[in-house]
Each structure stands twice: as C-alpha cells, then as structure tokens.
C-alpha cells in the first residue's frame, strides 16, 4: 500500500536550497501539511521561508539553524518541528558535501550527520509522533554510493556508507517494531552548487586530471527531476531498497548481488 504524503510532516536537513528546497516544494504540492528546513544558512533559510509562503500560504514551513554533525543541534529540529506541528512523519537526510580538499568536515556532514538523522528519527521521534501507521526515512547517497569515483575517493567512501547504513537500518526487522521504512536515493549528476568549482575541491592535481574523463557521457538533470524521483520513491519504495535518478528519468531500484553469489561453483 502506498505512502500517503497528504497531511503528513516532514523534516529535511539541508532544506534551505538547492534539492533539498526543490523536495519540500514538491511534497507541499503533494499534501504535505508542513515541513522544517534544517539548515546551517539562516540567509538562505529565511529565503525560502519566503518562497514557500508565496506558493503555499502561510504557516506550512519552519525554519532551524541546524548543524547535523552536531546531534544536540540537529536535535533542536526535531523538536521544533513537534512543537510547531506536532506530528513528524517524514525525514529526508539531504545535507552533504562534495569537497574532498576538507574530508573531515566532509565525513562529519555526510557520514555522522545522516547517522545523527536517523538515530533521532528512527529511534525516537518518528514513532512516537508519526500522524498514521507508518513513518519514512529518505538518506541522500549518490551515484557515487553505487560506482566508484576516483577522483573524489572520501566523497566516495562516505556515499557508500550512506547506502550501507539505510540498507541496515532498513532491514524488516527495525521496520517490524519501528513501523519506519528506511530507503536510500542515488542522485545522479545534477545541476547545484555542488558541483561548482570541482577541480578546487579535489585531493589535487593528479585527482584534477581523472576528473574529465570520468564526468564524460554522464547524463545531467534538473533538480526538479530529482524532486519528482523523491516522491514517487517516499510513496511507493520498500523499506531497504535503494534508489538511483538520473538523467531526467523515472528512478530505477539498485539491487546488490547476494556475495555468495560471487563463489566459485
């Protein structure tokens, strides 16, 4: 049975721009009753205040100044978000970096900010404040969670966590006593921030020279794509399953192969 989006509340962590603001906007068009943005750019934050109010009236969106690698902080959203609407229902762990030049930070956002997401979400306030019988945890991965990118080795490693952890926590298991579905997206290349200035964000100039030829042939899309791809997979995806948007196109599941699969008959 289908996710019903229509009334529900959802949190999303680098909510104030680029993607994340295209899947608030696309889930307020499907029902969504409200949503917080959790997001370290308070600039930013109030924009899309702004913008959201326009499309949608007022009252549908909050805004906290959030840093997920800081779980106190991250936390302070999800209890804004129950305050203001008292429910919570969904949670989208969008907020990440591309920049292998600060691969701390970048493993502190991308690796232990989801997990941050989804210890709160998942462990606490989704089943205690979801408005129907099941809850949903989106964690942003990437095609670089599913195809090794040598040019970006840590960015890599830290997508092909995010795919690991949903996979995880995704298993029937926690979703038999949590009643959360726990899925994974895999954008493809998409046209944002961050994607600019690239070559500047690499481990160097050896790094700078893989990069061309591996972005060659990638097929590109809007963020309204993705947004759309979002939808559908909150409505209708399984719990553990990953999923890859590309190219403008319908999201298609990526399956693992059994590693027993792999032996020698």
């Known amino acids: 049975m289908a996710f019903n989006i229509e009334g529900k509340v959802a949190l999303i962590s680098g909510g104030a721009s680029g993607i994340g603001l295209k899947y608030a906007k696309e889930l307020l068009r499907n029902g969504l009753k409200g949503v917080t943005l959790a997001d370290v750019n308070t ?29 106190q902080s991250f936390e302070e959203a999800f209890k804004k978000t129950v305050e203001v609407f008292k429910n919570l229902d969904i949670l989208i762990n969008n907020a990440g970096i591309l920049n292998d030049a600060i691969w701390e930070k970048e493993i502190a956002i991308n690796i232990n900010g989801v997990i941050h997401g989804v210890l709160l979400g998942l462990e606490n306030y989704i089943p205690k404040y979801k408005t129907g019988n ?3 945890i989106v964690n942003i991965s990437s095609i670089a969670g599913v195809k090794d990118f040598s040019m970006v080795p840590v960015y890599t490693a830290t997508k ?5 952890m949903s996979k995880a926590w995704g298993d029937v298991e926690h979703y038999n006593r949590t009643k959360v579905k726990v899925l994974a997206m895999c954008p ?26 591996q972005l060659v042939g990638l097929p590109s899309q809007k963020p309204d794509s993705v947004a759309l791809a979002m939808v559908n ?33």
Request: charged share 25%; no cysteine; glycine share 8%.
């Open 43 to 71: 600039d930013f934050g109030n924009q899309a205040l702004k913008e959201i109010e326009k499309e949608f009236g007022s009252n549908k969106a909050v805004f906290v100044n959030t840093d997920v690698t800081n779980k």
């Open 134 to 136: 099941e809850g949903v």
């Open 160 to 164: 092909f966590a995010v795919l690991g």
């Open 188 to 213: 493809g290349v998409t046209d944002t921030p961050l994607l600019s200035e690239l070559s500047e964000k690499t481990l160097g100039a050896p790094y700078v020279q893989i990069m061309e030829a």
């Open 233 to 265: 997979i909150i409505k209708n995806a399984k719990t553990g399953t990953v999923w890859v948007a590309e190219g403008e196109e319908d999201p298609y599941e990526f399956i693992l192969p059994p590693r027993e699969s792999f032996k020698p008959q």
